[in-house]
């Protein structure tokens, strides 16, 4: 819908529709509802033990930056196509923007050679900085389970926090983050999780989402929060929107959800600007348009099965190893410290700590 209005308009914004606003900005907060959801859940499940910060940190890394930087590559490549292979910005400020690119955006998001990027993306890169920001606020929020935790992960929290209100522009989304660690903690009551089995759970859920549409033009305001929250805590315990969320389809999906929401803005702008061309577009009823929109579908579908199955599962499977080997990479160069330049000897033959 953006791109509709953009090739009529050029001008990027939210469309005035509601729903497809709504469609857009409801679902990202769902996102970060559930990143929340889900990690502050194992926090809850292991308050007894410490958590191994290494391997999720390593494990989080793995899971978004293979897919991610691969996008980032094909943006350039376009960028390269964009701008004739002519250079405008200087070669260190060129570095420089791509380097942020790179870095998820976390400190600006900035032209590549004169070239608006965000629409090969839809935009959504905006949201990935977010997801770091809660990501490193873990090990404060692990103190909130009664885990100790190893002072550098704290200061590296805490270091990520300051950084992220002195430099993040929706400091509101804290509020969203806080929906999801909610529901973590509601999920474990009994009485809730049998509501939740009920169709009247999945009504409720509906009713809030169907408010939210109609009533409010945006998703980001305190009312349309608690609307938002009230069915994700439900949706978390188990409310399936009448079979909606368990049917085999939407599992399926889930899998894939990662690559949709990287690739389909690459997707709509090589159909819309290379195959079809913006004049053309521009000139399409709304029938026609959303008739070549639906058959870019399965082509979205197809990419994101490619990249979850030799992109990102090839690197969720290999987390264990490289946390092992950033283990022993760790080990190696403790060794070497404690060595003894005189007597050639480390501190494994003292029988020392490391022995």
Known sequence: MIWYLFTRTGRWEAPPSHLFTQFGEASVSFFFMITAFLFYGKLLDNKKSETDWLAFFVGRTLRLAPLYFLLICLVMALVLVESKGIRVDSLPHLIKVIGHWFLFTVFDEPLINGVFVQRFLAGVNWSLPYEWYFYLS??????????????????L???AMVFAFGHATRTDLVEVFGFGIIAAVFVRFDGLRKFA?????????????????????TAYGFPQ?????IAFILIAAGADLFGILSASV?????DLSYGIY????????????YAAGEQLVRQMSPQVYWSLIAALVPVLLALSSLAFRFVELPAIQS????????RHQGLRVANLSFTDPLEGRNDRDLGGPFA
């Open 225 to 229: 929060r608690m609307l938002l929250g």
């Open 319 to 326: 987390t264990r190893h490289v946390v092992a080997w950033l």
């Open 262 to 273: 990287l690739l389909h803005g690459l997707v709509l702008f090589l159909f819309i600007h």
């Open 138 to 155: 873990m090990p404060i929020l692990a103190l909130s389970t009664g885990q100790r935790g190893k002072w550098q992960y704290l200061l």
């Open 197 to 217: 089995r009920t169709w009247a759970a999945s009504a409720t859920a509906v009713a809030c989402l169907a408010v939210l549409v109609f009533w409010f033009p």
């Open 157 to 159: 929290s805490l270091l």
């Open 250 to 254: 939407s599992q399926a999906l889930g």
